[in-house]
């Protein structure tokens, strides 16, 4: 596991268990996708869509309180748009519309039905927002892990919680 967070680009690398036609599959497939991240309806094409639903409570495995400071949020839908996609190696995606810049993943087999991901988002706005991009993203890595390996995911939250604590330790 190799991260780098700065104040205006997060870099998360992540071997999976699984291989890389699968892990496309939990990027593209809004199912899959709401299994470890948001899902929403997806348009597979550069300019398309890719839905984005906040239903965190649901990433884990049993109740998972979600805190005060997220409910606000819970039900959540909106959409991004693809700016670059090609299956099953890359998917870019906008944030915020772009204002809170671009989430880039890249697919990589990496030995026998492993898979390398490379997730970056570029283009973030400072600190507070390296802060919360660096514990979601994170911790959805660390369920998209257990998913893929087939292990339980006990608490989204308080793996939301290591992941925050490690961005601001990054971030000093």
Not at 35 to 61: S, V
Not at 92 to 120: K, P, S, Y
């Amino acid at each position: 596991m190799a991260d780098t967070i700065t104040a205006d680009t997060l870099r998360f690398e992540r071997e999976l268990a699984a291989p890389i036609e699968t892990v496309w599959q939990y990027l593209v497939d809004p199912e899959l996708r709401a299994r470890w991240f948001m899902g929403g309806p997806t348009e597979a094409r550069a300019g398309g869509a890719i839905g984005m639903t906040m239903r965190h409570g649901n990433l884990a495995d049993g109740p998972d309180p979600m805190p005060e400071r997220y409910a606000p949020f819970d039900g959540k839908a909106w959409s991004e748009t693809i700016t670059r996609i090609e299956p099953p190696h890359l998917l870019a995606f906008t944030w915020d519309g772009g204002a809170a810049g671009e989430v880039t993943i890249e697919l990589a087999q990496a030995g026998e039905g492993r898979t390398r991901l490379m997730l970056t988002h570029a283009g973030i706005r400072g600190i507070p927002d390296a802060k919360n991009f660096g514990g979601g993203w994170g911790a959805h890595l660390a369920v998209l892990e257990k998913r893929l390996a087939g292990e339980h995911v006990a608490s989204f939250w308080a793996l939301h919680a290591e992941a925050e604590q490690r961005a601001t330790t990054a971030l000093g």
